[in-house]
């Protein structure tokens, strides 16, 4: 773990779910645990140190997919919505005939009732946090005006390259649609660009992303 600067630790961690054949991208992820005002909120949280575990008070996911050890962590947890079928059909260009009716396993635990969950879409969060979408409206980029940061989702990730737009197989989105999406955020004093995949960057990387 390291303190990135005062009040705002980085830690990495394998994902337990990552298969060399499945996944296309590296098996060492990104967490984050950031003082938010009177708050310690764990970002994406993925084998949590002691010291922040004890401390914190709430989990914020960029993603429904990022619940990692969300569960079991057994703290307030806010996300986006995990997918419908209709997004499925929508996003990847699944025959609907498919999936009619499925739901996802993303967060089930959590829409059926087992923690306390707080689900948003983009615009104003608790913590002082705004959510942008990025690829999709639930998979986001947060504003944490407090520290000049932003946490950031696949959206934007660093797979081994630098720091770029992720598409992941979507069909409904190009690169371009979610750089112009994402240009607002060149208007935000934003200092710190904090990906849950890669190592925490800085602005002059967004810049480059987004020009």
């Known amino acids: 773990m390291h303190e ?21 991208w590296p098996e060492i992820v990104s967490s984050y645990g950031i003082e938010l005002g009177d708050d310690l909120v764990l970002f994406d949280p993925l084998s949590v140190p002691d010291e922040l575990r004890e401390r914190a008070n709430a ?22 919505p995990a997918d419908t079928w209709q997004d499925w059909v929508e996003k990847f260009g699944i025959d609907p005939d ?14 059926a009732g087992e923690g306390e969950g707080h689900f948003h879409s983009p615009g104003a969060w608790p913590f002082g946090i705004t959510a942008y979408a990025g690829r999709e409206d639930n998979d986001l980029i947060l504003w944490l005006p407090s520290i000049g940061a ?28 979610v750089v112009q ?3 607002p955020l060149l208007d935000l004093p934003v200092e710190l660009v904090l990906p849950a995949h890669g190592e925490p960057t800085d602005r002059a990387a967004l810049e480059r992303v987004l020009s």
């Open 4 to 24: 990135l600067r005062s009040g705002v630790w980085h830690w990495q961690s394998p994902h337990p779910g990552w298969s060399e054949e499945e996944e296309d």
């Open 59 to 80: 989990v914020v996911l960029t993603a429904p997919y990022h619940e990692r050890d969300a569960r079991r962590l057994g703290l307030p947890v806010h996300t986006p």
């Open 98 to 111: 498919r999936v009619r009716g499925m739901e996802s396993d993303d967060l089930a635990w959590l829409r």
């Open 150 to 177: 932003i946490v950031t989702g696949d959206s934007l990730s660093d797979l081994g390259a630098g720091l770029d737009i992720w598409i992941g197989g979507r069909k409904h989105v190009t690169r371009d649609d």
């Open 181 to 183: 999406r994402l240009r």
